[in-house]
């Protein structure tokens, strides 16, 4: 493969993670030649990176959190608990890794710096941090949806000389809190995860929160023998189910409106589900929560009552309880993040009324006064959904970077292609059901249709594909109608791109579920309707496909 100081192979991957190791897999069993590039120095991406205490999957939920496309692979592998740690996962994923032998085409502890594609050999180029480059008919950005942190430009921050650390970009060795105090910035999923965790141990924790969250109950408990037994013999009923449930879980989707119901009969069912707690809360839920702003506020009022009965100081509770449409912020289990506000060695500020100032070198300033800490947790998220293709800012025709393309908005096509850059397609970007959807299921769906789209190209004698300027628009029009029938784009969220500064402001996940992958199928038996395609400009010494 190596030509010079070029390597040249049929796709290059950008992402070692749930998406670009099944992009290997599948290209591989294809017959391509493929390289695959990631920065950490294994497998696993977001799960990789995200190591801090208490992280856990907090959706469905395992056994179901899992590849599909090897049935051997749901045989052999076991899951142990309902909400797989952080570690059980990686665990999961390096066993993949070593069942299909991934690794040898994986060259981790590589950035790519620079992806252009080359209009006349119809390929892409990238180049790597250490300066080595290869060339390939194809780029696959498999670059994760929730993988480049947002690390806030407060005031100080920078002077502070205490350990810091991101939650998604988490220490490998172990980190002590042990006598120590420390700030928590930041009360998403993984603040509300790592909070507890911290409190256990540290000698004093100040929770610094800007937003009060809606949180549910997690309720982890080991995964039985026989859930498992029962999984592993219904697989192929079960997995046939995720195919056709919304968020491509093995349920049944809930068609009932809460406006049917008494609100008796609406107190008992939400009190079932907060018993039976877990991911199984929302799918169980009613059909029009995130709708019907009567049927929100039903629940929303649950919940609040929820905190105000769990939290016994009563100025803290009034500060936990959220006041915007629940479930318009991505839904957080807990596992004793209310609970932590009962201990003496757990204060809580709320920013919007007491803010910081700024950081020093051993303390955070709010308002109020100052506050000593000795260690500094950003639980502060991820510059999410379209964040991660513009850190990699690849140059499509003419040189036109991505920065320059989605300056007001994510222009895409199917939520796979991207107009002006032929060849390129992403998984779980920006106009995909991305994160409300079974990530490693929703990966593999994609790259399927990927894969139809490169044989069709190959068959054809076609040397290049890429979405029209019209198709781009209608497709960003069938995004906002889905989502303007919901109430999640009147909530602040990293959904919306409210939590980066300066980040176009809408909402940008197809919210179809399931009915997205009907209609990128159906696009591709209309012949691949919306996009445009370019003869093969013939060989030009390389492999070509
Ligand atoms: O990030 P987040 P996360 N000043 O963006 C606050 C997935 N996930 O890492 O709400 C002060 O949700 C911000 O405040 P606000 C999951 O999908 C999965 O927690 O913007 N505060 C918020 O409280 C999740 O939703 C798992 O006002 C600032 C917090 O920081 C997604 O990742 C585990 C601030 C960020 O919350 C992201 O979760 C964890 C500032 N300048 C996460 N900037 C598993 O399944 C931000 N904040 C294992």
């Not at 491509?248 to 989707?253: L, R, Y």
């Not at 690849?394 to 300056?407: C, S």
Request: aromatic residues 12%.
């Amino acid at each position: 493969m190596n030509s010079g100081s070029i390597e040249y192979y049929d796709v290059v991957v950008i992402g070692a993670g749930v998406s670009g190791m099944y992009a290997l897999h599948h290209l591989r069993e294809m017959g391509l030649s493929v390289r695959v590039y990631d920065g950490a120095s294994d497998i696993g991406g977001t799960w990789w990176y995200n190591r801090y205490p208490g992280a856990r999957v907090d959706g469905p939920g395992s056994p179901f959190y899992c590849y599909t496309f090897s049935e051997e692979l749901m045989q052999e592998w076991e899951w142990t608990e309902t909400q797989s740690e952080q570690s059980a996962v990686l665990a999961y994923l390096e066993y993949v890794a070593d069942r299909f032998d991934l690794r040898r085409d994986i060259q981790f502890e590589t950035w790519v710096k620079d992806a252009r594609y080359d209009e006349a050999a119809q390929r892409w180029t990238v180049e790597t941090h250490t300066g080595s480059r290869a060339s390939a008919s194809f780029l696959i950005c498999a670059v994760g949806a929730l993988s480049t942190t947002n690390k806030p430009d407060i005031p100080g921050i920078h002077d502070f000389a205490g350990e810091c650390y991101h939650t998604g970009l988490w220490p490998h060795e172990p980190i002590s809190f042990q006598g120590k105090r420390v700030a928590v910035l930041g009360t998403g999923s993984s603040g509300i995860q790592s909070i507890p965790e911290i409190a256990r141990e540290a000698a004093h924790v100040t929770v610094l929160q800007r937003t009060p969250q809606y949180a549910f109950p997690a309720r982890n408990r080991p995964l039985t023998s026989a859930e498992m037994a029962e999984a592993r013999t219904n697989w192929d009923l079960l997995r046939a189910k995720m195919h056709t449930n919304f968020g491509g879980f093995p349920c049944d989707n809930q068609e009932r409106s809460a406006l049917e119901d008494t609100p008796e009969q609406r107190e008992a069912l939400y009190e079932k589900l907060w018993q039976q707690g877990g991911f199984q809360f929302f799918l169980d839920l009613y059909s029009d929560i995130a709708i019907s702003e009567e049927a929100n506020q039903s629940l929303a009022d649950f919940v609040r009552a929820k905190i105000r009965e769990i939290v016994h100081d009563p100025a803290t509770a009034e500060k936990l309880l959220p006041d915007y449409f629940v479930i318009t912020k991505r839904p957080i289990l807990e596992d004793g993040y209310f609970d932590s506000f009962n201990r003496d060695n757990v204060s809580l500020i709320d920013l919007r009324e007491d803010p910081i100032e700024r950081f020093t070198t051993n303390s955070v300033m709010t308002r109020s006064g100052e506050h000593q800490i000795d260690m500094l947790v950003l639980a502060t998220g991820f510059d999410a959904i379209s964040g991660s293709m513009l850190r990699l800012n690849p140059k499509g025709r003419g040189g036109i970077t991505l920065e320059e393309r989605w300056q007001d908005r994510f222009h895409n096509y199917l939520g796979l292609t991207i107009g002006g850059f032929p060849n390129l397609f992403m998984i779980h970007g920006p106009g995909s059901p991305g994160v409300f959807y079974n990530m490693p299921l929703g990966a593999e769906r994609q790259m399927e249709w990927i894969g139809h789209c490169m044989d069709h190209l190959k068959q054809k004698k076609f040397g290049a594909i890429e979405p029209t300027a019209d198709s781009e628009d209608a497709w960003a029009n069938e995004v906002s109608a889905l989502a303007n029938v919901t109430l999640f784009p009147r909530t602040d969220s990293w959904w919306t791109g409210a939590n980066i500064p300066g980040k176009p402001r809408y909402f940008s996940v197809y919210l179809g579920g399931s009915v997205y992958y009907q209609r990128i199928s159906e696009m591709a038996a209309k012949g691949y309707e919306g996009f445009v395609f370019e003869q093969a400009h013939g060989t030009d010494g390389s492999e070509t496909l």
